[in-house]
């Protein structure tokens, strides 16, 4: 009987290259075996590491791991076998998170180029169904694709019965029986729904494998314009953008745009829901600030024309005595040291650099946050300026504006790094020693 040709499938998929290095998983259900005899078709024995997880659930788990021993003995190719101990928690989940965890460590230290899993195209329609009914959105279905990361599935042209069809008379399997079991909302899917839906289209699988390709190609073209979009002006994570580049923007492309500040900045999924996007439309030009939750802790914040993502605000730091060396103020750093005047001078001219008069031994000076009725006296300015005013004319966020350090000698306002140095304590010709304090903000100003 013909050897099934598998190799010939991983070679359309593109994903697999002569030459290439990978570990692949193998069950010893028919996809893995599949994979594995496909693979040994295309790269050499010694390019080849089998991964097996033995995770002694069944009674007869010792019979799978003797057949995949075997088959790997009969090819040439190295075996890895790995035992699961006890499960813990979900054991679905607890199961996949060993297997992945496993073959991640073994490409890693192995230096192999992928991990390969024998995922076909029926688990990726039975997946696509089950997250249409859990999880609201595009994103959650378009999980599955021929490459994540360094994980391959290049098996996806073909459908589970295709793959037992091909396999019969070749090559021996195991059938795991869990996967029958209707506990399980997937093997649902696959024993009852998918079934039903090819009695009304045969085809129906591949048309939701087909429909699953087009919805990937939109949303890889929407995030491609959204960043671009972004890019004009974006300084990257965690920083906030002008709220004129959502000008002229489709809801699909804003909604994008939003997710990749946010996820950047949070460094975690986000759900950007058509909602929210709705209603971020509506605050953008809003004169007054606007909040959206983002879930989390998190907000999308609408102010001064600018778009930020903003965790929890922190507690406004306590004050603090300016001391020689380091000072940390929230995520601000403050570095004081005494200089020459000449020096000084020279360092004139940044508006987060401050130079101040002071007794060489108690400079008595302290860094706090703004307080109710702060004023400042604005060195090139007549009379006074509240701190309220100061930071509403520089368009600071109000967000921001609480873990802001203001250097005062008792209750006069010294100091708002990167605002204003008041007419206190002026450098005078010949002072010496200088105090020389630089601020350096965990943001751009």
Same mark, same amino acid.
């Given at each position: ?16 290259? @002569?030459?290439?290095?990978? +570990? ?8 893995? +075996? ?27 788990? !010792? ?9 790997? !003995? ?5 075996? #890895?076998? #790995? ?23 073994? /490409?890693?230290?192995? !230096?192999?180029?992928? +991990? ?8 990726? +329609? ?10 609201? !959105? ?27 069809s091909m396999l019969e008379g070749a090559f021996p399997w195991v059938e795991d029986p869990t996967n ?39 949303? $890889? =073209? ?42 950047? =900045? ?6 950007? =829901? ?52 380091e000072l940390a103020f929230g995520e601000w750093m403050i570095q004081a040291d005494l200089v020459g ?17 002071? @007794? ?34 520089? /368009? ?6 609480? $873990?802001? @350090? ?40």
């Open positions: 009987m013909p050897v099934p040709d598998f190799a010939e499938v991983i070679r359309r998929s593109g994903l697999v290259s @002569p030459g290439d290095r990978g +570990v692949v998983m193998v069950s010893g259900g028919a996809d893995s +075996v599949a994979l594995l005899t496909g693979l040994a078709g295309i790269l050499e024995p010694a390019n080849l590491l089998v991964l097996h997880v033995n995770f002694g659930l069944r009674e007869d788990a !010792g019979t799978d791991e003797a057949l995949v021993r075997r088959l790997c !003995g009969d090819l040439g190719i190295e075996c #890895h076998v #790995h035992r699961a101990g006890p499960p813990e928690g979900n054991t679905q989940a607890w199961a996949r998170e060993i297997r992945h965890r496993e073959a991640e460590q073994l /490409r890693d230290r192995g !230096g192999f180029d992928w +991990v390969a899993i024998g995922h076909n195209r029926t688990d990726q +329609v039975e997946t696509f169904l089950y997250r249409l009914a859990s999880s609201p !959105g595009v994103r959650p279905l378009l999980t599955m694709g021929p490459r994540s990361g360094q994980v391959i599935r290049p098996l996806l042209e073909l459908s589970r019965e295709q793959i037992r029958e079991n209707p506990a399980y909302a997937r093997n649902r899917i696959r024993l009852e729904v998918i079934p039903e839906l090819e009695k009304l289209n045969p085809a129906a699988q591949s048309n939701i494998s087909r429909t699953w390709e087009e919805l990937c190609e939109d949303d $890889a =073209t929407l995030a491609e314009i959204a960043n671009g979009r972004l890019l004009e002006e974006w300084e990257g994570p965690g920083a906030g953008v002008s709220s004129r580049l959502f000008l002229g923007q489709q809801p699909p492309v804003v909604r994008r745009m939003l997710r990749i500040l946010a996820e950047s =900045t949070l460094d975690r999924p986000v759900s950007v =829901t058509p909602d929210l996007t709705r209603q971020f439309l509506q605050l953008r030009q809003n004169p007054e600030a606007s909040s959206l939750d983002l879930g989390g802790g998190a907000s999308l914040r609408i102010e001064t024309g600018m778009v930020r993502v903003l965790e929890d605000e922190p507690a406004a730091p306590g004050p603090k005595r300016l001391v020689e060396g005047d000449g020096q000084a001078r020279s360092e004139f001219g940044s508006s987060l650099n401050g130079f101040f008069d002071v @007794p060489r031994t108690d400079w008595g000076l302290a860094v706090r946050p703004r307080a109710e009725g702060d004023r400042i006296n604005p060195l090139g300015m007549e009379g006074s300026k509240s701190l309220q005013d100061l930071f509403t004319d520089a /368009r600071i966020p109000a967000s921001r504006r609480s $873990a802001w @350090p203001v250097v005062v000698l008792d209750k006069t306002v010294l100091w708002v790094p990167g605002l204003a140095r008041s007419r206190e304590l002026l450098v005078g010709e010949g002072t010496n020693p200088v105090l020389r304090l630089q601020a350096r903000p965990p943001f751009r100003i």
